[in-house]
DNA sequence: TATTTTTGTTCAATCGATTGAACAAATATA
DNA sequence: TATATTTGTTCAATCGATTGAACAAAAATA
């Protein structure tokens, strides 16, 4: 049963009575290999059941066709299908992925990093964990040349391709749309500002007011981790407050559900009393009761888009212009905002 | 900026004006070195900032350590803390882990198992997909001399060592729970009957009622694929059905959590006039209104355990006994099932 | 002093695949 | 026929680290 032997280049060479060199060529399809030779070692390989030393070739040539791609955390819709459709796409091109997740936390980040570039991976593509402020551990993949692209979370000092979506402009929409419902007092269920994507949408938020000739509140602009109880501390507080506000717009879906859950149990009616719109459009934002409007931020573009940057990176080594893709955001309105439809 | 430029063993032994083979020697503490040496090349190895290449070291051990770890699907709290404690406990031992997901499908699983087999991972942990009931690629893992444990869903053929629980005892601390109670029509939401553990559960919960005197009936067992929308499409059934069930056993937490939507859109009380219990002990569970009665896996320790085996059998390439790990189910009685606290 | 033992290091082969150079044979050209 | 070109293969070095054997020097024993 335990067949253990796999078969090398030197067994296939032995069969044929050729020189391991003569097969290696063989199997790559060098041009001074003969048809007749070629169509041999190939039938040998897989009478041998030969499978390639990935650890030898990869030594060998310096490359080990291998990317990682590091996430803040793998129970989000959000990164989960960025990350297949990078793979998708990676592998179509002859690249295998290692997924790993830091968390949200830097020091994780800063261990998955190590071990990736331990791993000799030809490049990583990252998101930044929440806590990540320090940017010397991405320095360093970049300074031992392997290549890097930040997608959703990414600073632009790192100076690399990044694959993101106009956060700004998306809080644009989300404003727009609220004043169109006739909403007066929007609060700000904010990540926190340190973190570009977080910054653009408190920016827009407040731009996006002004626009419209309301007054922005900056105790209506609450920083978070937007995990589900900051949303249900928030929500509370803002409910707990003198002057209610009348609709909010939360940074993220899972803290979207955490505010929602605390309107139903306190009777406020959705959206008259209280409009609420979140972020990502998590696949749960279509199934709670009302429907949570939000803002798609086209995962699967993004991560296509990510893996063809890291492509194009690694075929051109000496390409200088760095990539900034910024894609257009789009927002779904459905019953927690939209007061015309009940 | 850019410092591309590796250190291998090879400079340190230049600096020093030593040989290769003595700077190796000197960083694996072999005892023939002095340690005057020793200590000299590790300061040199500091100075140079070298890093061991991971590739050749691999290849000359015949050793990547590294473990792949292949799961169903990562959005589901139960799989993402399992890998969370195998990797912990790995990362300890020197391995570190590489985490690939099947999304239940056979082809993706078969593909992962080649992609992990390629880079040479020292051993595979994996739960299989729904969809799997040709075991020729785990016998694969086996044959080409990699150590392979399976959690969760494995099955027996496969001869290999097995965490778990106990799912027929889970079936048992579920139907007694709703027996006492007080519930007498007690239908059975099923992972499908080809896999063992879904296979256990029917089979504990069957006994189970006929050991409480209550009749079995073959139409409220229904299979599925446990998703969210089976559960709603599932418990819409039941309620059309002429005779209603008093109780729902469902053997996962998101068919559960469908099947809870679907009550009450329907303004059925919960648990008066159904009772409700789900099965792993998913976070959103205790978040839902009324919260979900289910069953605790111990995912944290099925990870370890896991982890374990491996580890042991890694050690002990000769050891002959295969270890079945069976850990006990707790029953976690929530407001969904529990008549007395409302 | 001669011999054995211990200690510290170097030598050389190895893991498996790759690749430019070298070489011989076959074919084409002058 | 002599020379140049093309074709198919082998040779040998290489990627970087590891490891048993060999060797020389120092220390211990007879």
Redesign the pocket.
């Known amino acids: 049963m335990e067949n253990k032997k796999?078969s090398?280049?030197?067994d296939i060479?032995a069969v044929l009575?050729?020189?391991?060199?003569?097969?290696?060529?063989?199997?790559?399809d060098?041009p001074?290999?003969?048809?007749?030779?070629k169509i041999a070692v190939k039938e040998a390989a897989i009478q041998l059941d030969?499978?390639?030393?990935y650890?030898?070739?990869a030594?060998?040539?310096?490359k080990s066709n291998l990317v990682g791609v590091i996430i803040p955390r793998v129970n989000s819709h959000f990164f989960s299908s960025v990350v297949e459709n990078i793979e998708k796409v990676l592998n179509l091109n002859g690249y295998n992925i290692i997924m790993t997740q830091s968390n949200e936390l830097y020091a994780k980040e800063c261990q998955e990093i190590d071990t990736l570039l331990k791993i000799q991976v030809d490049g990583i593509i990252a998101s930044m964990a929440n806590e990540t402020t320090d940017l010397e551990y991405y320095q360093k993949i970049k300074s031992k040349g392997t290549e890097l692209v930040l997608f959703d979370r990414g600073e632009e000092e790192l100076n690399v391709d990044y694959v993101g979506i106009d956060d700004y402009k998306s809080s644009h929409l989300v404003i727009d749309h609220l004043v169109s419902q006739n909403c007066k007092r929007i609060a700000h269920i904010a990540g926190f500002k340190h973190i570009r994507i977080y910054k653009e949408r408190i920016r827009g938020y407040k731009d996006a007011l002004e626009k419209s000739g309301l007054v922005v509140q900056e105790n209506w602009i609450i920083e978070s981790n937007l995990r589900l109880d900051d949303g249900r501390r928030i929500m509370q507080q803002l409910l707990d407050a003198p002057e209610r506000p009348d609709a909010v717009y939360v940074a993220g879906d899972i803290a979207a559900l955490g505010a929602l859950q605390v309107l139903l149990e306190n009777n406020i009616k959705i959206p008259e009393e209280m409009a609420l719109i979140g972020f990502s459009d998590e696949p749960f934002t279509s199934l709670t009761q009302p429907s949570i409007s939000t803002v798609n931020q086209h995962s699967d573009q993004i991560g296509k888009l990510a893996a063809e940057a890291f492509l194009e990176r690694i075929n051109n080594p000496n390409k200088k212009i760095i990539n900034r893709i910024i894609l257009e955001p789009e927002l779904i309105i459905r019953q927690s905002s939209n007061r015309n439809l009940k």
Chains 1, 2 share one sequence.
Not at 32 to 37: A, E, G, L, N, P
Not at 50 to 53: E, M
């Open positions: 796999k090398t280049i030197k060479a009575g050729l020189t391991p060199s003569a097969v290696s060529k063989a199997l790559n060098h001074r290999i003969s048809d007749k030779t030969y499978q390639p030393n650890l030898s070739s030594l060998r040539k310096g």
